[in-house]
């Protein structure tokens, strides 16, 4: 992958695409003060980098029948890595689960999950989490109320912007 040095106008064209990955490139153009053909070259070049890693639709989840948000932490069994790349592994193929994080501290993966209703929370966990032969303990926090989400990455703290 190419490295790539953003400077005020890449940081300008990304925090507009944060805003609204649907712009047409004349859109983006014109809030970013660029003609479109340069336009549309440093987006190729953001998009080639990978710095734009992908286009994607968010959805509410409470439309959906997604009402139930939780975080799960689990900690591994210690003993040796085998069981490591199984459970990575299993959490690419459930799809309650939207991200997975390594971690520090007394935990070793964050689970972001969506569930329908505690039914659907319960049998994931009784059915599959549990049943993986790494997890030792399992402890889940529940989402009350969404105080803030955003997908935009924080590009006012860069210089430049």
């Not at 859109?27 to 003060?33: D, S």
């Not at 987006?43 to 509410?60: M, N, T, W």
């Not at 029948?65 to 069981?83: D, F, I, P």
Request: with cysteine; proline share 4%; charged share 25%.
């Amino acid at each position: 992958m190419p490295s790539l040095t953003l400077d005020k106008t890449d940081l300008r064209i990304l925090a507009e695409l944060q805003l609204d990955g649907r712009l047409t490139n004349v859109e983006l153009a014109e809030r970013v003060a660029l003609s479109p053909s340069p336009c549309l070259r440093r987006l190729k070049q953001l998009e080639e980098s990978g710095v734009i890693r992908q286009y994607v639709a968010l959805l509410d989840p409470a439309h959906i029948g997604l009402g139930l948000q939780a975080w799960v932490r689990v900690t591994l069994e210690k003993r040796g890595n085998m069981h490591l790349q199984s459970f990575i592994e299993a959490v690419q193929n459930w799809p309650e689960v939207i991200n997975c994080f390594a971690m520090t501290g007394e935990m070793d993966y964050l689970l972001q999950v969506y569930f329908e209703d505690m039914e659907h929370f319960s049998r994931f966990v009784m059915d599959e989490l549990l049943q993986h032969p790494g997890v030792e303990d399992v402890k889940s926090s529940f989402v009350l109320k969404e105080i803030k989400r955003t997908t935009a990455l924080p590009l006012g703290q860069m210089r430049g912007i």
